[in-house]
């Protein structure tokens, strides 16, 4: 093993010592370490920084990385946070604390390190989100989310030699993008699943980034920028798509780039069937996600997005939301939406709603939409995190999935749920109100029943004819015009 590594690491130093341009020589360290995007080419460690100088040590340690793990490093301006731990002379005690954590999988099992990155990741979003829109998804989210969309192709995935894409717009921290990764290779280990992605926060990015260089994926399909403005993936289209796009966001800043792609391209760009306001910017990541359908010719492909209820009700006939949901429901895309418990999310306790869309819709499915009702499938957590109170177990996650998996019209039945605890604090009133039953169900109808017009009817002026002694005298004396 000690040989082999000295062997790469001589490669290493005949590439660094020929002085090329560091693309070229990217390209001959990742030939040299046998194809490997995640390496280190220091001769350092944790162990051999020393007190003396570990600024200057711990930055050129940091720079044997390879180029895509350096660049993560950049996105946290990691070099800023030596200099401000150095002057306040804790660099030397934090990195031997570092070193002498035992993380190894022995230690902390895969499972448990994953609750602790999840643990970090939430706190790091209630930091950094600058908007109430922007939200770190919960686990429970994600989970009943890549059921509703991965399910139906349950069959499909557990097939030898399957390759398939996913792709989240809006990646933030990557936990679509693993969770979608998970849920296939536990029904097919030798599955192959590619990760894409696009991510606006660069720190959020750094992470997303990470974690898939952590995974083995392909990280230049994880990029940096704007979706809606500048996506860097449009010429790819995906067979699984999941997305949390940030709630009640305006596109201001970029509303010139949308316009302009919405005017000259028309239906052979992304906004074709039309443009929401401009004070939220929800349902152009959901247009921008049916551009991204791999054709039902290729097997077509599913999407699932996590929504306020904006979309769902702004917008009166003929306006850009209302011309958008037709086009949705016209091109009898949209399979089911699912009304989640409030009080979910880390930094919100809106109402939200998971849709999930197909172009490969089931031959029972054409024509219609399944609406659930899961709003009290929810448990209290005993501590809350943010406005985050409730959670949903795996029994509430199976009973939707079910319900979606077998079609079905579930009229309202009552929950095994038990009522809320109301505070004896204060006045009581004399008449206290009955808490009604928690209930569950859901509808199934056709696409042409949610469809309206609005209609102005128009009457011809009528005027109030009356003679009488007053009104003509106020004629008679009224000043000449």
Sequence with gaps: MEDSKDAVLAQVEKVQAMNLPEEAQEKLLLRATGG??????????????????????????????????????????FNEFIGQLND?????????????????????????MGLVFEELIRRFAEGSNETAGEHFTP?????????????????????????????????GTGGFL??????????????????????????????????????????????LGNTLSNDQLYADKFDYMLSNPPFGVDWKKIESDIKNENTLKGFDG?????????????LLFLLHLISKLRDSADGGARIGIILNGSPLFTGGAGSGESEIRRYVLEADLLEAIVALPTDMF??????????VLSNKKAIE??????????????????????????????????????????????????????TEQKSNRGRQSANPK????????????????????????????????QFSDERINSLRFAAAR
């Design 346 to 355: 880390y930094n919100t306790g809106i109402s939200t709603y998971v849709w």
């Design 36 to 77: 490997l995007s995640f390496f280190n080419i220091s001769k350092m460690d944790l162990s051999k920084l020393g007190e003396a100088g570990i600024a200057a040590n711990l930055e050129a340690y940091i720079q044997g990385f390879s180029k895509d793990a350096r660049e993560i490093f950049e996105h946290f301006k």
């Design 178 to 223: 693993s969770s979608g990764m998970e849920y296939v290779h536990e029904l097919n280990p030798q599955a192959v699943m590619r990760g894409f992605g696009q991510e606006l926060n660069p720190e959020s990015y750094a992470i997303c980034k990470a974690d898939m260089l952590i995974k083995g994926q392909e990280v230049k399909n994880i990029k």
């Design 270 to 282: 992304r906004f074709g069937p039309g443009l929401p306001r401009v004070s939220d910017g929800s």
């Design 434 to 465: 009955t808490e009604a039953p928690k209930t569950f169900a859901s509808k199934i109808f056709n696409t042409y029943e949610f469809g309206y017009r609005r209609i102005s009817i128009e009457r011809p002026l009528r005027e109030s004819y």
């Design 365 to 418: 499915r054409k024509g219609k939409v399944q609406l659930i009702n899961g709003v009290n499938l929810c448990g209290k957590m005993r501590k809350s995190l943010g406005s985050k109170r409730n959670v949903m177990d795996d029994n509430d996650i199976a009973t939707i999935t079910r319900t979606f998996g077998s079609f079905a019209v579930v009229d309202a039945r009552e929950l095994d749920k038990p």
């Design 88 to 112: 306040a002379n804790l660099l030397y005690k934090i990195v031997q604390k570092v070193r002498q954590t035992d993380l190894s999988p022995k230690a902390i099992s895969n499972h448990d």
């Design 139 to 171: 686990r429970d989210i994600v989970r009943l989310t890549t059921a509703l969309v991965f399910m139906e192709d349950d069959d499909a995935l557990t097939k030898p030699g399957i390759i398939r894409t996913i792709y989240d717009p809006t990646a």
